[in-house]
């Protein structure tokens, strides 16, 4: 039996038997390079044809490129990455390969995916954008008004990079983007560029029920993200890799890197409902909300976090007991504040659930 299947989703919501989940025990792994066929720049369309096919189980080692097809590396000035941001007007910056087609997968199924791996590339970079120019990109962005980058070396053996001599960065690689196929029925942009292009694609830029740009520094390397599926086969994208993030991600970007690997594995549920996406790390639950406005993504990830802890059959508890014990017990974090739509994620740590150990479903 996958080490998986018997999973806290399953414990937890009473839902999924491990016939269900379908993970296949004769799995097979899968390479998807970063060639010009498999990245694509700042858009989703669910008409592209799948780069890979596999099965609810399988794993998948997937090459990223940092932004703008890894045209920004070291010796790229602040001139070229504006150029480059204007280029692709109305998309994301983001570079993001797929998309993954996973047999079984269909609307109304909840996909998971495992993030099992994640090995960088040797440079990492952080910039914002001049605020004279892009007022509204960047929390702080008129007090910036020329912008700036720095491009690091990633020291990958000891894991770190040298912000400026005095000051060392631990890294903690998570991908800024992980995603499945479009939602057909996203709301319309209430802020800047229109979600859509007049090819119908989908932009980068904001997160939603699909994930997208979650910018949740928690999808680590033995991590599992759960999403509901809106398109046929899931479709799974990834990119805007990161090597390190704060919460917030204030000025517009994290330690942007790109990815030699990022192992995953895709696992089916079938016809289990996910409204929002959520994570399962060693040590928490987390649930997720995103809007324009940050006290409605606040509200958005709270009552996640509520409608699963009512739902849970580790201990169960009513909706009010699930309120307080948010209150007393959830950590609400914000993600990010620079992706139009921002986002908030809740954690409820397993460890106050004692009979918690017994259900952790990492080694």
Known sequence: MNRFATSVLALALGALACPASRADSGSHHYVLPATADNVQWGWYDVNEKPKLTVRSGDTVSIETLSHSLGQIKPGVGMDEIVRLRRQNGGGGPHSITGPIYVEDAEPGDTLEIRILKIVPKDFGFNF??????????????????????????????????????????????????????????????????????????????????????????????????????????????????????????????????????????PVVHKGVRTEWPWLETPTHWIFLGFDEDLGQAMAIAVEQTVNWLASQKIVPMSREEAYSLTAMAGDCRVSQVVDIRKGVHCMIPKSIFVKGASLRTRP
């Not at 990958?156 to 903690?172: C, D, H, N, S, V």
């Not at 899931?234 to 000025?251: A, F, K, P, R, Y």
């Open 128 to 265: 914002n954008l001049p605020g004279k120019d892009f007022p509204t990109v960047g929390l702080l962005a008129k007090e910036f008004p020329e912008g700036f980058v720095r491009y690091y070396p990633l020291d990958l053996k000891k894991m770190q990079a040298e912000f400026k001599p005095g000051i060392q960065l631990p890294l903690r690689p998570f991908p800024g983007t992980l995603a499945v196929g479009v939602d057909p029925n996203e709301p319309a942009a209430k802020a800047g560029p229109p979600i859509h292009d007049d090819k119908g694609r989908t932009s980068t830029l904001r997160p939603w029920k699909n994930g997208s740009n979650m910018d949740v520094n928690e999808m680590t390397a033995g991590s599992s993200v759960y999403f509901p599926v809106f398109q046929k086969g899931g479709l799974i994208w990834t990119g805007d890799s990161h090597c390190l993030q704060g919460n917030g991600e204030v000025n517009l970007t994290a330690l942007e890197c790109a990815y030699k690997e990022i192992e995953i594995q």
